[in-house]
């Protein structure tokens, strides 16, 4: 029997093709998009494995990651977000998190991402990727973000970049 599957993730788009693609595939699934009905979900689903979203509206996917495990503590949790950054990253490992994804993800990267390989899936494993220069910053600028505690001027000025710049750029998607 496959593992039950929670989605916890306010993008009604992403949630519903995500869910629809994974009940596809035989696996139960139960869709929240807020802090409260994730933990009642929770609750009462018993799901195995939990797919996070790192923003939820006005919540942080990052404080809801232990008050899941105190309720699943055998949930795998896969992190997504389309504001990766390595400095969440490593804070969603360190509040629990088993992995973190880069939206938009798919269901095969989802999978894999929970330690699962889909004995349909026919796919090799891709070779990896580079980062790119655009990709480096992007990373630096937010882990230097996350150690100023979101305050854009300190950034800035420990960047030596323009507070406006610096405001530009993390106005733009993650580059890949």
Not at 4 to 16: A, M, Q, S, T
Not at 39 to 50: M, V
Not at 77 to 96: H, N, P
Not at 118 to 125: G, N, Q
């Amino acid at each position: 029997m496959p593992e039950r599957l929670l989605i916890i993730d306010d993008d009604p788009h992403f949630v519903e093709v995500l869910a629809r693609g994974l009940r596809r595939r035989e696996y139960p699934v139960e869709v929240a998009t807020d802090a409260a009905t994730a933990l009642a979900c929770a609750r009462t689903f018993k799901p195995q494995w939990i797919a996070l979203d790192l923003r939820l509206g006005d919540d942080s996917g990052l404080q809801l990651i232990q008050p899941l495990l105190a309720q699943v503590p055998s949930a795998r949790i896969v992190m997504l977000t389309g504001y990766a950054s390595i400095a969440t990253a490593v804070e969603a490992v360190k509040q629990g998190a088993h992995n973190y994804l880069h939206k938009p993800a798919t269901i095969h990267e989802l999978l894999r991402a929970f330690g699962d390989s889909d004995p349909h899936d026919t796919m090799e494993d891709e070779p990896g990727e580079v980062m790119s220069v655009d990709r480096m910053e992007w990373e630096h600028i937010q882990r230097v973000l996350n150690e100023h505690e979101g305050n854009i001027s300190a950034t800035a000025r420990a960047l030596n970049m323009h507070r406006r710049t610096l405001q530009r750029k993390l106005q733009k998607y993650a580059p890949r």
